[in-house]
């Protein structure tokens, strides 16, 4: 897909004209991060994805990575394209100004990883879980940690990965049974063996920091005795030079449907030295300041997948030539009429845009509370983006990534047979974007941590700030004729959204199985409903600016549109997301296992 291009505008309209980002930066400490400014970095990072990661995409699909003698080889150019990164700076965008960092806000750095994974998502694995790895070891490690292994993975001289998954465990990481036996010096003998660890091993940069769970001899059994480590593939003299190679081996390279150009391995710990890192027998709740970072990450694979497809199938069918319109012949030239006058193609068309534009405004309005959460002066307004957060994260990760995988399916059947060609690179695309649903926590774990952990565990409290938010919006629109309708729509499935939580809250005290049965329905509407709140916002702000001249009205024209498509068509699944969720669990669990 070498054609492809950033999109830079509507990347510029959700951050400045939607979001007032500009005021946000202001609000914490970054007043000269101003409009101008984040404009020529975005241009500089597009003309890098462009040029250099795009034509890189294919070429990691094809070639994949190779294990050789015990060391992982990448695609052709992926190492050069590292390095270029590097050289540019921009691992050390959002990162603490104490270790190297630019210490610039945390959803500057997601955008520079929408603008650098959309077209080439293998390779931006590599940068992206680096720095999950520099947050985790920044909030729990010491300050001796911190300066040992910061400054070489802020720099991008060393990467880092999330070392969690084990063959018997999976998501059910209290059967985890990696071992960590305390040694003299004060370092840990590590042991075990770790699945599915993206980026694992590879040859772009000359050191990895593993951040390993595993388990203290006399831990109690399950979540409670699991501790949090740091284990790097080389070691780290206390001064950060590199020592001897440390006992962490690729064993394999798993062999996947896509994301070819990274490297998912097969870690074995062989009495390796490990770090403990936060207090014993609290790993899993630190890792999950890594883990809440790459769900994030993960809903913004959605967004690129979706993104990526709808610029090929946008083009192609103002290209292609098939048939004629029904209502007249549009293209009196030609022998047929470009497929994009149909309206089948433009339903899936629309489909694509509207989830394509609403997930990046999810994704910038989460991001822009994580800001807040972690910059603000204002404990109540700290406390309120930090809940906020955690409720729109799974949100975030599951509906973005299940939209994400819509999306582009619907990318490639625009094309019809020649999306099932290679060439295309709609059929790579798919393929990369299915693992999304699934890593970081299935569409079925971030379910039931939205429904069961964040909605009925808080009594219904987190749902507060949002509704508060979203009855603001509306009330907002009652003076405006063009928006009322809309209004009145998203006000009546916010009053809706509190029901359903009451009454599945009702009907688990009777089954638990309501929960699970719930779940994933639940989690979907949630979606819509947010991302009808965001269209919404959209819409008005699009009003806004076409009420005075501007340069561009047919990109304001163009959300109109979008919106008035989403609430239309889009919106009303979760009609039969509340039908489902009502029929309770009976009809999932009245048939015995053995009868399947």
């Given at each position: 897909?070498?054609?492809?291009?950033?999109?830079?505008?509507?990347?510029?309209?959700?951050?400045?004209?939607?979001?007032?980002?500009?005021?946000?930066?202001?609000?914490?400490?970054?007043?000269?991060?101003?409009?101008?400014?984040?404009?020529?970095?975005?241009?500089?990072?597009?003309?890098?994805?462009?040029?250099?990661?795009?034509?890189?995409?294919?070429?990691?699909?094809?070639?994949?990575?190779?294990?050789?003698?015990?060391?992982?080889?990448?695609?052709?150019?992926?190492?050069?394209?590292?390095?270029?990164?590097?050289?540019?700076?921009?691992?050390?965008?959002?990162?603490?100004?104490?270790?190297?960092?630019?210490?610039?806000?945390?959803?500057?750095?997601?955008?520079?990883?929408?603008?650098?994974?959309?077209?080439?998502?293998?390779?931006?694995?590599?940068?992206?879980?680096?720095?999950?790895?520099?947050?985790?070891?920044?909030?729990?490690?010491?300050?001796?940690?911190?300066?040992?292994?910061?400054?070489?993975?802020?720099?991008?001289?060393w990467t880092g990965t999330m070392c969690l998954t084990e063959a018997q465990a999976?998501?059910?990481?209290?059967?985890?049974?990696?071992?960590?036996?305390?040694?003299?010096?004060?370092?840990?003998?590590?042991?075990?063996?770790?699945?599915?660890?993206?980026?694992?091993?590879?040859?772009?940069?000359?050191?990895?920091?593993?951040?390993?769970?595993?388990?203290?001899?006399?831990?109690?059994?399950?979540?409670?005795?699991?501790?949090?480590?740091?284990?790097?593939?080389?070691?780290?003299?206390?001064?950060?030079?590199?020592?001897?190679?440390?006992?962490?081996?690729?064993?394999?390279?798993?062999?996947?449907?896509?994301?070819?150009?990274?490297?998912?391995?097969?870690?074995?710990?062989?009495?390796?030295?490990?770090?403990?890192?936060?207090?014993?027998?609290?790993?899993?709740?630190?890792?999950?300041?890594?883990?809440?970072?790459?769900?994030?990450?993960?809903?913004?694979?959605?967004?690129?997948?979706?993104?990526?497809?709808?610029?090929?199938?946008?083009?192609?069918?103002?290209?292609?030539?098939?048939?004629?319109?029904?209502?007249?012949?549009?293209?009196?030239?030609?022998?047929?009429?470009?497929?994009?006058?149909?309206?089948?193609?433009?339903?899936?068309?629309?489909?694509?845009?509207?989830?394509?534009?609403?997930?990046?405004?999810?994704?910038?309005?989460?991001?822009?509370?994580?800001?807040?959460?972690?910059?603000?002066?204002?404990?109540?307004?700290?406390?309120?983006?930090?809940?906020?957060?955690?409720?729109?994260?799974?949100?975030?990760?599951?509906?973005?990534?299940?939209?994400?995988?819509?999306?582009?399916?619907?990318?490639?059947?625009?094309?019809?047979?020649?999306?099932?060609?290679?060439?295309?690179?709609?059929?790579?695309?798919?393929?990369?974007?299915?693992?999304?649903?699934?890593?970081?926590?299935?569409?079925?774990?971030?379910?039931?941590?939205?429904?069961?952990?964040?909605?009925?565990?808080?009594?219904?409290?987190?749902?507060?700030?949002?509704?508060?938010?979203?009855?603001?919006?509306?009330?907002?629109?009652?003076?405006?004729?063009?928006?009322?309708?809309?209004?009145?729509?998203?006000?009546?499935?916010?009053?809706?959204?509190?029901?359903?939580?009451?009454?599945?809250?009702?009907?688990?005290?009777?089954?638990?199985?309501?929960?699970?049965?719930?779940?994933?329905?639940?989690?979907?509407?949630?979606?819509?409903?947010?991302?009808?709140?965001?269209?919404?916002?959209?819409?008005?702000?699009?009003?806004?600016?076409?009420?005075?001249?501007?340069?561009?009205?047919?990109?304001?024209?163009?959300?109109?549109?979008?919106?008035?498509?989403?609430?239309?068509?889009?919106?009303?699944?979760?009609?039969?997301?509340?039908?489902?969720?009502?029929?309770?669990?009976?009809?999932?669990?009245?048939?015995?296992?053995?009868?399947?």
């Amino acid at each position: 897909m070498n054609n492809y291009q950033t999109p830079l505008r509507d990347i510029d309209f959700t951050l400045f004209e939607l979001f007032d980002y500009t005021s946000h930066c202001r609000a914490i400490g970054h007043a000269a991060l101003d409009r101008e400014l984040t404009s020529a970095f975005f241009v500089e990072a597009a003309r890098f994805a462009e040029g250099v990661l795009a034509p890189l995409g294919p070429v990691g699909d094809q070639q994949g990575c190779k294990l050789v003698d015990g060391k992982v080889i990448t695609p052709i150019g992926f190492k050069a394209a590292y390095q270029h990164y590097c050289d540019a700076g921009w691992p050390t965008l959002s990162r603490s100004v104490a270790y190297g960092g630019q210490g610039l806000p945390q959803s500057l750095g997601v955008i520079l990883s929408e603008i650098l994974g959309t077209p080439n998502w293998a390779w931006g694995m590599y940068a992206g879980l680096s720095q999950g790895a520099m947050h985790t070891i920044e909030t729990h490690g010491t300050e001796q940690q911190k300066q040992q292994y910061l400054p070489a993975l802020i720099s991008g001289r060393w990467t880092g990965t999330m070392c969690l998954t084990e063959a018997q465990a999976g998501s059910d990481l209290g059967l985890l049974c990696a071992r960590a036996e305390p040694q003299p010096d004060g370092s840990y003998c590590i042991t075990g063996t770790k699945i599915f660890i993206s980026s694992g091993d590879h040859d772009l940069a000359e050191n990895i920091v593993h951040i390993v769970l595993a388990r203290l001899p006399d831990a109690p059994a399950g979540t409670k005795g699991i501790s949090l480590f740091v284990v790097p593939k080389i070691l780290v003299k206390e001064d950060g030079a590199l020592a001897a190679a440390n006992g962490v081996t690729c064993t394999a390279l798993e062999a996947k449907m896509g994301i070819h150009g990274n490297a998912t391995c097969v870690l074995q710990f062989e009495g390796a030295k490990g770090w403990l890192l936060g207090e014993v027998n609290k790993g899993l709740n630190h890792m999950f300041t890594f883990m809440n970072l790459a769900r994030v990450g993960s809903g913004l694979q959605g967004l690129a997948h979706a993104e990526l497809g709808y610029q090929q199938s946008r083009l192609y069918a103002r290209e292609r030539l098939q048939m004629r319109s029904l209502t007249g012949v549009k293209n009196i030239a030609g022998p047929a009429d470009p497929i994009i006058v149909h309206p089948d193609i433009r339903r899936m068309l629309l489909t694509q845009k509207s989830l394509v534009e609403g997930i990046r405004m999810l994704s910038y309005y989460a991001n822009i509370k994580m800001d807040v959460s972690q910059h603000s002066t204002n404990s109540d307004e700290c406390q309120q983006a930090t809940d906020l957060l955690s409720l729109l994260t799974p949100i975030v990760k599951a509906f973005s990534t299940e939209a994400g995988f819509e999306s582009a399916n619907l990318a490639l059947q625009c094309l019809g047979g020649h999306g099932y060609i290679r060439d295309w690179g709609l059929e790579q695309n798919l393929r990369d974007c299915r693992i999304a649903t699934l890593y970081e926590g299935t569409t079925g774990i971030q379910s039931l941590d939205l429904l069961g952990r964040k909605v009925l565990g808080s009594g219904g409290k987190t749902l507060e700030p949002l509704l508060d938010e979203i009855s603001q919006l509306c009330h907002m629109c009652d003076d405006n004729e063009q928006l009322t309708a809309h209004a009145a729509q998203l006000a009546t499935l916010s009053q809706e959204w509190q029901q359903l939580s009451m009454n599945i809250a009702r009907q688990a005290q009777h089954n638990p199985d309501e929960i699970g049965a719930a779940a994933v329905d639940y989690l979907m509407y949630s979606g819509y409903l947010v991302l009808a709140f965001l269209w919404l916002k959209a819409q008005r702000t699009a009003l806004q600016q076409l009420a005075s001249p501007v340069a561009d009205p047919g990109f304001y024209r163009a959300k109109l549109a979008a919106a008035e498509f989403y609430f239309a068509r889009i919106l009303p699944r979760t009609i039969s997301l509340v039908k489902s969720m009502e029929s309770g669990a009976d009809n999932l669990m009245s048939l015995a296992s053995a009868d399947f």
